[in-house]
């Protein structure tokens, strides 16, 4: 071996393990939280399904959207779960929160309808600094599977910066305004 090639090689290791320890420092991580809201009784039982969230939102890590047609990944920062189940428990404890906890059914018992919800959007928007939350709801019949009642719920809240824990702040408060919305129309609609 030759004698530069022996020199070289530790540098390249201590400079290797030094960016893996920068690039592997734990993300912040946030959660969300459920409305608080009152809402009147309502006349059956309801299940909440699992979301549908389509790629690129069905994991754990928040979108910005930095342009027309291009999406990114925030870095730095993560939901505490993936944002499917994420998004279901908040929404349960949303109709919890509102006192219609009689109401709700879990996985494996029998509710009068069930409460499908589809995530449209859930990003924030870089040039705007604007935090989107669109989510299209059905109640539907268990007992003959038709669409009982179905809308798109939206919300906005702007975010004070487009890095750290601003984005996912913005995106709580506009998901908060969403569930509010989700529950009165849903204890309305049945």
């Not at 944002?83 to 949303?94: F, K, N, T």
């Not at 004070?160 to 908060?176: E, F, I, K, W």
Request: aromatic share 4%.
């Amino acid at each position: 071996m030759r004698r530069g090639a022996l020199s070289v090689k530790p540098a390249a290791i201590l400079l290797v393990l030094a960016l893996s320890a920068c690039s592997s420092a734990a993300p912040a991580t946030f959660d969300l939280h459920a409305a608080d809201s009152t809402a009147r009784r309502m006349r059956g039982t309801l299940l909440v399904d699992m979301p549908l969230v389509l790629p690129p939102l069905n994991n754990d890590r928040l979108i910005v959207r930095t342009g027309d047609d291009s999406l990114a990944y925030l870095g730095g920062v993560q939901w505490a779960d993936n944002l499917g189940p994420l998004l279901q428990s908040r929404m349960i404890e949303s109709f919890q929160n509102a006192n219609l906890l009689r109401n709700l059914r879990r996985y494996d018992q029998n509710a009068d309808y069930r409460l499908v919800l589809t995530v449209r959007r859930f990003d924030l928007d870089a040039p705007t600094s604007i935090a989107h939350v669109d989510i299209a709801a059905q109640l539907i019949a268990s007992s003959s599977g038709k669409v009982v009642a179905a809308r798109i719920f939206t919300a906005e809240a702007p975010a004070a910066a487009t890095t750290g824990a601003a984005p996912p702040l913005a995106l709580d408060r506009a998901l908060t305004d969403v569930q509010r919305q989700i529950v009165a129309w849903s204890a309305a609609s049945v």
